[in-house]
């Protein structure tokens, strides 16, 4: 096996492109055209030593070593999928039921008991978008991830997304309203990833808004549906707003939560073909903005 050297390419390109001149440049002397060939086969010669060789032995342990890498990657993709799915069915579970005792299915429960299963399923959902946050941002580190793709209705999304989260954010004292017309394109993409992406967004702002408000923007511009997350809250500093979308990464770092939200939102955006930003003064609130683009991928 032969592996081409950074010099050796490096000549290779100027021998080739000695080539080209000496074909579109017409020289009367034909001993100047005789030398630029001469020259472009010597840079290619030359190309041609600078060709690193392995030895058989050298060659049958990097085939071995990747098959290795390979399988252990293999491995721990299986290991982790069912590791999700082990943690998911528990938490499905119990949920259910925190659901059927605050509808009375099982009996009366008093307003202290509605709270506290309220609270239980809260951290319930918290904890269920971690996992899934973390599964998906490793499908798409190893590239194991696929849209599903149809056309869907995001302004559905959106009305969706914020009837759920209304009780969470009046529990916090803060208003969500919403500019959205009812009669916004329909988009092409992945309908649960999507949602998914809007719940970390809207999510964040309601976390950081206490009796605030909260107000979620959508309409086309330049092709494309411009959604917008503005809230009232404490801010992002100045010095935090090109890290926010790190993995990991948490302004305040005794804060709930695992840092993975908002990146995983660009991640599921930046795959629709969209754009995500955030603009913010700290301590008068903030703005999350992305784009997809109306025609779909």
């Known amino acids: 096996m032969h592996n081409i050297t950074r010099t050796g390419l490096i000549f290779t390109l100027v021998g080739t492109i000695a080539i080209a001149v ?19 086969l010597i840079l290619i010669g030359y190309a041609g030593l600078n060709v690193e060789r392995r030895t058989p032995d050298e060659e049958a342990r990097l085939i071995s070593e990747n098959s290795e890498l390979k399988a252990a990657e293999k491995e721990r993709n299986e290991f ?17 039921h925190a659901e059927l005792l605050l509808d009375q ?9 509605k709270d506290s299963l309220y609270d239980v399923k809260q951290e319930i959902n918290r904890i269920t978008r971690m996992i899934i946050d973390i599964a998906e ?8 991830i696929t849209l599903r793709k149809e056309e869907i209705s995001f302004g559905g999304i959106i009305y969706d997304v914020t009837d759920r989260m209304q009780q969470t954010a009046e529990l916090k004292g803060s208003a969500l309203t ?6 916004l394109p329909a988009i092409v993409g992945d309908r649960d990833r999507l949602t998914r ?15 605030g408000r909260i107000s979620v923007a959508a309409q086309v511009r330049d092709g494309e549906l411009l959604t917008s997350v503005s809230d009232t809250g404490i801010g992002i500093p100045a010095n935090a707003l090109d890290k926010i979308f790190d993995r990991f990464y948490k302004v305040d770092a005794a804060s709930s939560g695992t840092g993975l939200g908002l990146p995983m939102a660009k991640e599921i955006i930046v795959m629709h073909g969209g754009r995500i930003w955030a603009e913010s003064k700290e301590g008068r609130g903030s703005t999350f903005s992305f784009t997809i683009p109306v025609k779909g991928l």
């Open 80 to 96: 982790f999928a069912r590791t999700v799915e082990e943690l998911l069915v528990p938490l499905t579970s119990i949920d259910g």
């Open 197 to 211: 992406a809007f719940a970390n967004i809207l999510t964040n702002a309601i976390k950081f808004t206490s009796e």
């Open 178 to 183: 919403l500019e959205v017309p009812k009669d």
């Open 137 to 144: 941002l490793a499908n798409i580190e190893t590239g194991n």
């Open 105 to 113: 299915h099982l009996g009366k429960v008093t307003k202290q008991q």
């Open 22 to 40: 000496a074909s579109t440049i017409v020289v009367r002397n034909t001993m100047v055209q005789l030398g630029i060939w001469l020259v472009t």
